[in-house]
Protein backbone atom coordinates (compact mmCIF):
# COMPACT_ATOMS: atom_id res chain seq x y z
CA UNK A 1 0.00 0.00 0.00
CA UNK A 2 1.49 3.39 -1.36
CA UNK A 3 1.71 5.70 1.70
CA UNK A 4 1.17 9.51 1.52
CA UNK A 5 2.40 12.20 3.85
CA UNK A 6 -0.52 15.14 5.10
CA UNK A 7 1.91 17.85 5.67
CA UNK A 8 -0.47 19.93 8.23
CA UNK A 9 -0.05 22.55 11.08
CA UNK A 10 2.79 25.07 9.96
CA UNK A 11 3.66 28.28 11.25
CA UNK A 12 0.66 30.82 10.57
CA UNK A 13 -2.36 31.75 12.36
CA UNK A 14 -4.32 29.00 11.34
CA UNK A 15 -2.41 25.91 12.60
CA UNK A 16 -5.56 24.79 14.09
CA UNK A 17 -7.47 25.04 10.99
CA UNK A 18 -4.79 23.33 9.21
CA UNK A 19 -5.38 20.53 11.85
CA UNK A 20 -8.91 20.58 10.99
CA UNK A 21 -8.35 20.31 7.05
CA UNK A 22 -5.86 17.02 7.90
CA UNK A 23 -8.24 15.73 9.82
CA UNK A 24 -11.44 15.54 7.40
CA UNK A 25 -9.36 14.56 4.64
CA UNK A 26 -7.24 11.56 5.85
CA UNK A 27 -10.36 9.97 7.29
CA UNK A 28 -12.00 10.78 3.89
CA UNK A 29 -9.26 9.39 1.28
CA UNK A 30 -9.37 6.34 -0.67
CA UNK A 31 -8.80 3.34 1.69
CA UNK A 32 -6.07 2.12 -1.24
CA UNK A 33 -3.79 4.54 0.16
CA UNK A 34 -1.95 5.04 3.77
CA UNK A 35 -2.19 8.38 4.98
CA UNK A 36 -0.12 9.29 7.70
CA UNK A 37 -0.04 13.22 9.43
CA UNK A 38 3.06 15.33 9.42
CA UNK A 39 2.40 17.61 11.77
CA UNK A 40 4.65 20.69 11.34
CA UNK A 41 5.89 23.30 14.00
CA UNK A 42 8.85 25.67 14.64
CA UNK A 43 9.98 23.30 17.21
CA UNK A 44 10.16 19.49 15.41
CA UNK A 45 7.92 17.69 12.54
CA UNK A 46 6.20 14.82 14.23
CA UNK A 47 4.90 11.69 12.30
CA UNK A 48 1.15 10.24 13.68
CA UNK A 49 2.04 6.68 13.51
CA UNK A 50 0.03 4.25 14.72
CA UNK A 51 -0.97 5.64 17.72
CA UNK A 52 1.99 6.99 18.60
CA UNK A 53 4.03 10.62 16.92
CA UNK A 54 7.76 10.06 16.53
CA UNK A 55 10.23 12.59 14.50
CA UNK A 56 9.86 12.93 10.70
CA UNK A 57 14.12 12.94 9.44
CA UNK A 58 14.00 16.05 7.21
CA UNK A 59 17.72 14.61 6.53
CA UNK A 60 15.78 11.33 5.19
CA UNK A 61 12.21 12.37 4.93
CA UNK A 62 11.85 9.10 6.77
CA UNK A 63 10.43 8.35 10.27
CA UNK A 64 11.18 5.42 12.41
CA UNK A 65 8.82 3.25 14.24
CA UNK A 66 9.92 0.29 16.52
CA UNK A 67 13.43 0.59 15.04
CA UNK A 68 11.68 0.23 11.96
CA UNK A 69 12.48 2.87 8.94
CA UNK A 70 9.71 4.08 7.00
CA UNK A 71 9.38 6.36 4.17
CA UNK A 72 6.58 8.50 2.81
CA UNK A 73 5.80 7.29 -0.89
CA UNK A 74 3.62 11.10 -1.86
CA UNK A 75 3.15 14.49 -0.40
CA UNK A 76 0.21 16.50 0.27
CA UNK A 77 0.88 19.51 1.92
CA UNK A 78 -2.19 21.04 3.37
CA UNK A 79 -0.34 23.83 5.63
CA UNK A 80 -2.51 27.16 5.29
CA UNK A 81 0.17 29.97 5.18
CA UNK A 82 4.02 29.24 6.20
CA UNK A 83 5.76 26.93 5.41
CA UNK A 84 3.14 25.21 3.22
CA UNK A 85 0.86 27.22 1.39
CA UNK A 86 4.09 28.97 -0.04
CA UNK A 87 5.64 26.61 -1.67
CA UNK A 88 8.67 26.26 0.73
CA UNK A 89 7.55 22.31 1.96
CA UNK A 90 6.89 21.52 -2.10
CA UNK A 91 10.54 22.62 -3.03
CA UNK A 92 11.85 20.59 0.08
CA UNK A 93 10.17 17.46 -1.50
CA UNK A 94 11.37 18.43 -4.87
CA UNK A 95 15.12 18.36 -3.58
CA UNK A 96 14.15 15.00 -1.80
CA UNK A 97 12.41 14.12 -5.34
CA UNK A 98 9.42 12.89 -3.46
CA UNK A 99 6.54 13.54 -5.64
CA UNK A 100 3.65 15.68 -4.03
CA UNK A 101 -0.15 16.35 -5.26
CA UNK A 102 -0.06 20.18 -4.81
CA UNK A 103 1.25 23.28 -7.08
CA UNK A 104 4.88 23.83 -7.38
CA UNK A 105 6.69 26.21 -5.09
CA UNK A 106 6.76 28.62 -8.20
CA UNK A 107 3.30 28.90 -8.39
CA UNK A 108 2.50 28.55 -4.68
CA UNK A 109 4.77 31.20 -4.17
CA UNK A 110 2.97 33.46 -6.50
CA UNK A 111 -0.32 32.37 -5.30
CA UNK A 112 -0.15 32.92 -2.30
CA UNK A 113 1.51 36.50 -1.98
CA UNK A 114 -2.02 38.50 -2.61
CA UNK A 115 -0.11 41.87 -4.26
CA UNK A 116 1.77 39.73 -6.85
CA UNK A 117 -0.72 37.10 -7.94
CA UNK A 118 -2.96 39.81 -8.89
CA UNK A 119 -0.21 41.91 -10.63
CA UNK A 120 0.63 38.78 -12.20
CA UNK A 121 -3.72 38.02 -13.15
CA UNK A 122 -3.91 41.70 -14.57
CA UNK A 123 -1.25 41.23 -17.07
CA UNK A 124 -3.52 38.84 -18.65
CA UNK A 125 -6.53 41.27 -18.52
CA UNK A 126 -8.00 39.57 -15.53
CA UNK A 127 -9.42 42.13 -13.81
CA UNK A 128 -8.65 42.84 -9.91
CA UNK A 129 -9.04 45.75 -7.78
CA UNK A 130 -6.92 49.05 -7.89
CA UNK A 131 -4.36 48.38 -4.99
CA UNK A 132 -1.07 49.82 -3.26
CA UNK A 133 1.77 47.90 -2.67
CA UNK A 134 3.42 48.82 0.57
CA UNK A 135 7.10 47.31 2.39
CA UNK A 136 6.87 49.52 5.52
CA UNK A 137 3.65 51.06 7.36
CA UNK A 138 5.23 54.80 6.53
CA UNK A 139 5.92 54.59 2.95
CA UNK A 140 2.73 56.50 1.71
CA UNK A 141 0.76 59.16 3.69
CA UNK A 142 -2.85 58.61 4.32
CA UNK A 143 -3.57 61.50 1.82
CA UNK A 144 -1.40 59.59 -0.86
CA UNK A 145 -3.70 56.57 -0.01
CA UNK A 146 -6.86 57.68 -0.26
CA UNK A 147 -6.50 59.74 -3.08
CA UNK A 148 -5.60 56.99 -5.00
CA UNK A 149 -8.05 54.61 -3.69
CA UNK A 150 -10.59 56.46 -2.25
CA UNK A 151 -12.95 55.14 0.37
CA UNK A 152 -13.95 52.09 1.85
CA UNK A 153 -10.33 50.24 1.20
CA UNK A 154 -9.07 46.77 2.63
CA UNK A 155 -6.08 46.28 4.06
CA UNK A 156 -4.08 42.83 4.12
CA UNK A 157 -0.65 41.36 4.71
CA UNK A 158 0.28 40.70 1.34
CA UNK A 159 2.45 38.14 1.91
CA UNK A 160 0.22 35.99 4.55
CA UNK A 161 -1.99 33.27 3.62
CA UNK A 162 -4.21 34.00 7.13
CA UNK A 163 -7.46 35.60 7.54
CA UNK A 164 -5.80 37.61 10.26
CA UNK A 165 -4.69 40.89 9.98
CA UNK A 166 -7.15 41.98 7.02
CA UNK A 167 -9.37 45.07 7.75
CA UNK A 168 -11.95 47.05 5.90
CA UNK A 169 -11.46 51.02 6.37
CA UNK A 170 -14.45 53.22 6.17
CA UNK A 171 -12.67 56.41 7.90
CA UNK A 172 -8.92 57.73 7.09
CA UNK A 173 -9.33 57.58 11.39
CA UNK A 174 -9.06 53.74 11.29
CA UNK A 175 -6.11 53.44 8.53
CA UNK A 176 -3.29 53.24 10.85
CA UNK A 177 -4.59 50.61 12.97
CA UNK A 178 -5.49 48.38 9.97
CA UNK A 179 -1.81 48.95 8.61
CA UNK A 180 -0.35 48.23 11.82
CA UNK A 181 -2.60 44.85 11.91
CA UNK A 182 -1.64 43.96 8.73
CA UNK A 183 1.87 44.48 9.30
CA UNK A 184 1.80 41.86 12.54
CA UNK A 185 0.76 39.54 10.60
CA UNK A 186 3.34 40.09 7.05
CA UNK A 187 5.67 41.82 5.92
CA UNK A 188 4.36 43.58 3.16
CA UNK A 189 0.86 44.90 2.74
CA UNK A 190 -1.61 45.47 0.04
CA UNK A 191 -4.27 47.84 0.12
CA UNK A 192 -7.13 47.66 -2.68
CA UNK A 193 -10.07 49.49 -3.55
CA UNK A 194 -13.63 48.59 -2.29
CA UNK A 195 -15.42 46.57 -5.19
CA UNK A 196 -18.96 47.10 -4.40
CA UNK A 197 -20.75 43.59 -5.53
CA UNK A 198 -21.45 39.81 -4.93
CA UNK A 199 -18.78 37.58 -3.51
CA UNK A 200 -18.51 34.24 -4.76
CA UNK A 201 -15.99 31.64 -4.68
CA UNK A 202 -14.91 28.84 -7.10
CA UNK A 203 -13.39 25.18 -6.46
CA UNK A 204 -11.34 24.16 -9.36
CA UNK A 205 -9.38 20.93 -9.59
CA UNK A 206 -8.34 18.77 -12.35
CA UNK A 207 -8.80 14.69 -13.43
CA UNK A 208 -8.07 12.48 -16.21
CA UNK A 209 -11.04 14.62 -17.93
CA UNK A 210 -9.67 18.02 -17.87
CA UNK A 211 -10.50 20.99 -15.49
CA UNK A 212 -13.40 20.33 -13.24
CA UNK A 213 -15.31 23.43 -11.40
CA UNK A 214 -17.29 22.82 -8.40
CA UNK A 215 -20.56 25.18 -7.93
CA UNK A 216 -20.38 28.36 -7.18
CA UNK A 217 -20.73 29.77 -3.19
CA UNK A 218 -21.92 32.92 -2.55
CA UNK A 219 -20.45 34.73 0.64
CA UNK A 220 -22.95 36.83 2.66
CA UNK A 221 -21.06 37.89 5.69
CA UNK A 222 -22.98 39.06 8.65
CA UNK A 223 -19.61 40.79 9.08
CA UNK A 224 -18.11 44.07 7.38
CA UNK A 225 -16.16 41.30 5.44
CA UNK A 226 -14.81 37.47 4.91
CA UNK A 227 -12.76 37.89 8.00
CA UNK A 228 -11.54 35.08 10.22
CA UNK A 229 -14.77 35.25 12.49
CA UNK A 230 -17.24 35.12 9.85
CA UNK A 231 -15.03 32.36 8.03
CA UNK A 232 -14.79 29.55 10.82
CA UNK A 233 -17.75 31.06 13.87
CA UNK A 234 -20.06 30.81 11.58
CA UNK A 235 -21.08 34.76 11.03
CA UNK A 236 -21.68 34.50 7.54
CA UNK A 237 -23.76 32.58 4.87
CA UNK A 238 -22.42 30.59 2.48
CA UNK A 239 -25.07 29.76 -0.09
CA UNK A 240 -24.25 26.67 -2.60
CA UNK A 241 -25.22 27.44 -5.65
CA UNK A 242 -25.00 31.10 -5.32
CA UNK A 243 -28.06 33.29 -6.02
CA UNK A 244 -26.17 34.42 -9.72
CA UNK A 245 -27.41 33.69 -13.39
CA UNK A 246 -26.52 30.89 -15.07
CA UNK A 247 -24.18 33.25 -17.33
CA UNK A 248 -22.60 34.80 -14.89
CA UNK A 249 -22.00 31.69 -12.96
CA UNK A 250 -20.61 30.22 -16.64
CA UNK A 251 -18.70 33.50 -16.43
CA UNK A 252 -16.99 33.19 -13.16
CA UNK A 253 -15.97 28.91 -13.63
CA UNK A 254 -14.27 29.89 -17.25
CA UNK A 255 -12.68 32.86 -15.74
CA UNK A 256 -11.23 30.29 -12.46
CA UNK A 257 -9.81 27.79 -15.12
CA UNK A 258 -8.30 30.12 -17.11
CA UNK A 259 -6.29 31.29 -14.06
CA UNK A 260 -5.91 27.59 -12.98
CA UNK A 261 -3.84 27.75 -16.34
CA UNK A 262 -1.86 30.39 -15.85
CA UNK A 263 -0.87 29.90 -12.37
CA UNK A 264 0.06 26.20 -13.55
CA UNK A 265 -2.12 24.86 -10.25
CA UNK A 266 -2.80 21.43 -9.14
CA UNK A 267 -4.64 19.48 -6.88
CA UNK A 268 -7.75 21.51 -5.54
CA UNK A 269 -7.78 25.74 -5.63
CA UNK A 270 -10.32 27.92 -4.75
CA UNK A 271 -10.31 31.19 -6.46
CA UNK A 272 -12.45 33.95 -5.02
CA UNK A 273 -14.48 36.36 -7.07
CA UNK A 274 -16.40 39.94 -6.48
CA UNK A 275 -18.87 39.84 -9.33
CA UNK A 276 -19.72 44.06 -10.11
CA UNK A 277 -22.29 44.61 -12.41
CA UNK A 278 -21.77 41.13 -14.57
CA UNK A 279 -17.70 41.25 -14.64
CA UNK A 280 -16.09 38.78 -12.04
CA UNK A 281 -12.89 39.98 -10.12
CA UNK A 282 -10.47 38.34 -8.62
CA UNK A 283 -9.93 39.07 -4.76
CA UNK A 284 -7.65 35.86 -4.35
CA UNK A 285 -6.08 32.70 -5.01
CA UNK A 286 -5.94 29.91 -2.09
CA UNK A 287 -4.37 26.73 -2.97
CA UNK A 288 -5.00 25.38 -0.27
CA UNK A 289 -8.36 25.89 0.52
CA UNK A 290 -10.20 25.15 4.31
CA UNK A 291 -10.85 21.37 4.37
CA UNK A 292 -12.42 21.10 7.77
CA UNK A 293 -15.97 20.48 8.56
CA UNK A 294 -17.04 23.96 7.98
CA UNK A 295 -15.02 24.98 5.18
CA UNK A 296 -16.40 25.31 1.49
CA UNK A 297 -14.89 23.13 -0.66
CA UNK A 298 -16.64 20.21 1.75
CA UNK A 299 -20.08 22.15 0.83
CA UNK A 300 -19.43 22.47 -2.55
CA UNK A 301 -18.73 18.55 -3.06
CA UNK A 302 -21.80 18.16 -0.95
CA UNK A 303 -24.41 19.96 -3.61
CA UNK A 304 -22.18 18.69 -6.23
CA UNK A 305 -22.93 15.14 -5.02
CA UNK A 306 -19.38 14.11 -5.33
CA UNK A 307 -18.02 12.17 -2.07
CA UNK A 308 -15.14 13.07 -0.80
CA UNK A 309 -12.99 10.02 -1.06
CA UNK A 310 -14.12 9.84 -4.77
CA UNK A 311 -13.02 13.55 -4.98
CA UNK A 312 -9.25 12.80 -3.69
CA UNK A 313 -8.89 9.76 -5.96
CA UNK A 314 -9.46 11.48 -8.80
CA UNK A 315 -6.81 13.89 -8.00
CA UNK A 316 -4.36 11.52 -7.13
CA UNK A 317 -5.26 9.43 -10.62
CA UNK A 318 -4.44 12.55 -12.51
CA UNK A 319 -1.69 13.90 -10.56
CA UNK A 320 0.62 11.12 -9.43
CA UNK A 321 2.01 9.03 -12.49
CA UNK A 322 3.29 6.56 -10.54
Known amino acids: MKRIGLFCGGFSSEYAISILSANTIQANFPKTYEVVKIVVSKDQWLVEFQGTSVPFDLNTCQFTHEGIQHKIDLGLVYIHGNPGENGKIQAFLDMHEIPYLNA ?18 RAFDIPVAK ?32 SYGISKVKHVSELDQALVSAFQEGKTVVLESFLDGTEVTCGVYQTNDG ?39 IKVQERAKKIYQLLQLSSISRIDFMIVGDEPHVIEVNTTPGFSPASIVPQMLAVAEISIESFWKSIVEFEWKD
Open 104 to 121: GPLASSLSFDKWYCNQFL
Open 131 to 162: SIFLTHIHEKSADEIINTLGLPIFVKPSDSGS
Open 211 to 249: IQTLPLTEIASENEFFDYDAKYNGKSQEITPARISKEIA
